[in-house]
């Protein structure tokens, strides 16, 4: 067995001293936070889809192992249904949830502060309050972040004023704010990256919500959407459920149409495209290009492509033993960036980690992900996909999963609508039990 602690800040070799003690003189030191008898110590970052997942199941899979999860937050706000808060339906109250039933019931540790840094070889996290945690694995969950500039003008500061709600919580509430605040009549542009990026259908769900709000309440306004790629996720079904439900309220650029925004002036808001195209709007969405987290990037977890390569049955680092990445930060072959990817990753990643702890073999792993849309409230669409590990990484299983059919009938849409409720009803309850 191995002894378990945590440390308030010490140095390298009052650590390396303190590891050769006892556990008795480790409760008598100064700087020992808690001490315990356990099997491993598994810290994992980032509370999240997939952050929280892992750290439930490592404790489901082996109550002998500490799950430290380091997560700055009490709560957690899902990007999924925030484009519902827009739309009006649903509040930010109800897509947020807390960590209570991951310590009462499950005993994971939440320690509220940030992992400032990443010592991979040294096998320890610092966090924001100054404290050291040690680990025997690491899980990375932080989702991602912005390359702020890269849309010329569009900065933290911008983001202020022009929200990407692309993270739910004050900045949905400051879009929401926005659309109420326009007149009837305005236009509303929405600036979509191109791949990858997190919830490839999400731009075009936030288009089909929006749409639903203005249809009701300002229903001479026009959203333009500027894009840099030539094709989407689901589009013909978007794009005839836009049609049947909106008529000409949205326009799509594509890539191929000068649909690549490259700069922003903030204040005009006005936008640029590639080829000089200048668009004024009365609200702006600028969903910038993204990468992985900062801490991934940091922690030299990620490529030169920004996002970081893991082996794909376990989702250990190609570049560091012992650290699992999971979600939107990794490279995951054909799996998208979604909240139910990143709970499938989740999943996997502690199955690895505990078997590796108890020397167990590793069964090759499936991967899952449905992505639900909605178009209107009671007009739903969906992609289920089922993924195996080939000498190709992780592909999608021909055959298995499948789009909703173009030519359904109303019926058809309206329980689609009813499973994306359920959907996130059982996803949010199974990860953070709330
Ligand atoms: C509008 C929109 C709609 C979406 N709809 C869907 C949907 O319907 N279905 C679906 O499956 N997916 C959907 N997604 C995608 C989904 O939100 C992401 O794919 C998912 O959140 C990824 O999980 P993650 O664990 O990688 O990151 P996240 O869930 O974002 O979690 C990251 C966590 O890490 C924490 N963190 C970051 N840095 C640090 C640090 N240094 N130290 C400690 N903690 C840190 C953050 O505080 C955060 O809590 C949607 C996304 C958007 C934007």
Known sequence: MKIGFAMKTISRRSFAKAAGTTAAALVAAPYVV???????????????????????????????????????????????????????????KYITHD?????????????????????AAGKSVRLANGDTLRFDKLVVSPGIDFRWGAVKGYDEAAAEKIPHAWRAGPQTELLRKQLEAMPDGGTVLMVVPANPFRCPPGPYERASMIAFYLKANKPKSKILILDAKDMFSKQGLFQDGWKA?????????????DGKVVEIDVNAKEVTTEFGKKHKADVINLIPPQWAGAIARTGGLASDSGWCPVNPTSFESTLHKDVHIIGDACIAGAMPKSGFAANSQ??????SIVNAINNRPMAPPTYVNTCYSLVSREYGI????????????IVAVQGAGGVSPRDAAPSVRFQEAQYAEGWYASMTQEIWGS
Not at 99 to 119: E, M, N, P, R
Not at 245 to 257: E, F, Q, R, S
Not at 346 to 351: L, T
Not at 382 to 393: E, F, I
């Open 382 to 393: 969906s992609v289920a996909d089922v993924y195996r590990v080939t000498d190709q990484g």
């Open 346 to 351: 989740g999943k996997v990643a502690a199955m």
């Open 99 to 119: 960590y209570k039933a991951l310590t009462a019931v499950h005993g994971v540790k939440h320690v509220q502060s940030a992992a400032q840094s990443i010592d």
């Open 34 to 92: 808690h001490a315990q008898a356990v099997k491993a110590r598994v810290v994992v970052i980032g509370g999240g889809f997939g952050g929280a997942t892992a750290a439930k199941y490592v404790r489901q899979f082996d109550r002998e192992v500490e799950v430290t999860l380091v997560e700055p937050s009490a709560t957690f706000t899902t990007c999924p249904f925030s484009n519902y808060v827009l739309a009006g339906f649903k509040t930010l």
């Open 245 to 257: 439900l909106y008529g000409d309220m949205i326009t799509w650029v594509p890539l191929k149409d």
